[in-house]
């Protein structure tokens, strides 16, 4: 039986040589295709909230947006009264690429939710997203100087 760390590594990197193979037919390169549906959502967002909501590092995202830039799918610009901060839209080849890019992701998980039910797949989402919340608050507890033990003796406590 596989444990559930390489159950999930094999997962994520299936997934993804399927949506980067689909991206690249596009144009795409890797972190684009995230953004661009990030974006298809929020209007005016700032480079850093880009980042961190598709979990990308600052520097990263910046490299990744000057090319969606130079590829003219996106526009940035400083709002008034800020000027620190880069916002971001799509442009509207931006914003048609970001339709196929949705599309794309949905025919990908179409592809790995394929025969379960709608409950099902909703049901898989949440535990996913479960996990997620699990492995980033305990990263963000981290931060905050608390170590592993400490984190089980306190959830315990509350159980």
């Not at 209007?43 to 830039?69: F, H, N, P, W, Y």
């Not at 339709?99 to 379960?116: I, K, M, S």
Request: contains cysteine.
């Amino acid at each position: 039986m596989s444990s559930f760390h390489h159950a999930l590594m094999l997962t994520y990197f299936s997934f993804q040589k399927v949506v980067m193979g689909e991206a690249r037919r596009l144009g795409l390169s890797p972190g684009q295709p995230k953004i661009l549906d990030f974006l298809a959502e929020h209007e005016d967002v700032e480079q850093k909230t880009i980042a961190k909501s598709c979990e990308i590092e600052r520097a990263s995202a910046g490299s990744i947006l000057d090319g969606m830039e130079n590829a003219g799918l996106i526009e940035r610009r400083r709002k008034e009264g800020n000027r620190r901060s880069l916002y971001v839209r799509l442009t509207p080849k931006g914003r048609s690429l970001a339709l196929e890019v949705r599309e794309l992701f949905r025919c990908a998980e179409d592809r790995a939710l394929a025969g379960l039910s709608e409950h099902g797949r909703q049901g898989f989402t949440a535990m996913l997203l479960a996990v997620y919340n699990n492995i980033t608050s305990e990263a963000d507890n981290d931060k905050d100087g608390h170590d592993g033990e400490q984190r089980r003796q306190e959830r315990h406590k509350e159980s």
